[in-house]
C-alpha cells in the first residue's frame, strides 16, 4: 500500500468532516483543480484507503435515548470480519469490538426504549451465531469525548 502525501491526506480530512463536499469544494480547501480531486480521490477508493461513503447517523436525534453495552458470546470460531458484517446492516449497533476475556465481543446500542433495545438484541443474535449476550443499560452518561 502506497503512503499517502500531504495532499492526500488534506483531501481525506475534507471526507472524514464532510463525506458530501463537492470536488470544488475540497479543491478550493486543499488548492486544487475538481478534476485534480476527481483523480485523488478515485485513487484513494481503488487503493482501499476509502472503503466507502456513509451517513453518520445521530441517535438522539432519532430518540433513541437508551444505550446500552452488550457483551457478546458467541458459538465456535468465528472471524472479526464475519462478526462486522453481520453487524453492520443493524442500526442500532454505534459500535463493536473484539474484546478479551470471556466474551468475544462489545457491543454499543442506542435504542429508543428497552423494547427497541430487545428488538435489536435479538436481530443480533439471529445475525450471527451468538451463545448469548450480557447487556448492560447506561443510566447517566459522565463524560463523553467520542467523535461528532
Known amino acids: 500500500m502506497r503512503e499517502l502525501d ?3 491526506e ?3 480530512s475534507c471526507l472524514t468532516r464532510d463525506a458530501r463536499a463537492t470536488y470544488a469544494q475540497i479543491g478550493d480547501e486543499v488548492g486544487l483543480s475538481a478534476p485534480a480531486v476527481k483523480r485523488r480521490v478515485d485513487r484513494l477508493v481503488s487503493d ?3 472503503k466507502g461513503f456513509t451517513a453518520v447517523i445521530d441517535p438522539v436525534a432519532l430518540q433513541w435515548n ?3 453495552y452488550v457483551q457478546v458470546f458467541c458459538r ?3 472471524s472479526p470480519e464475519s462478526l462486522a458484517a453481520a453487524w453492520e446492516p443493524i442500526p442500532e449497533v454505534v459500535s463493536a469490538a473484539t474484546i478479551t476475556g470471556t466474551a468475544d465481543a462489545i457491543l454499543r446500542i442506542m435504542a ?4 427497541h433495545l430487545e428488538e435489536a438484541l435479538e436481530r443480533i443474535r439471529q445475525a450471527s451465531p ?3 449476550t450480557e447487556s448492560i ?3 447517566s452518561q459522565l463524560i463523553d469525548r467520542g467523535h461528532p
Do not use: P, Q, W
Open 137 to 139: 443499560i447506561v443510566l
Open 112 to 115: 429508543r426504549d428497552v423494547r
Open 10 to 12: 488534506k483531501v481525506v
Open 76 to 78: 465456535g470460531n468465528i
Open 130 to 132: 451468538v451463545d448469548r
Open 66 to 68: 437508551t444505550e446500552a
Open 6 to 8: 500531504e495532499l492526500d
Open 48 to 50: 482501499g484507503i476509502i
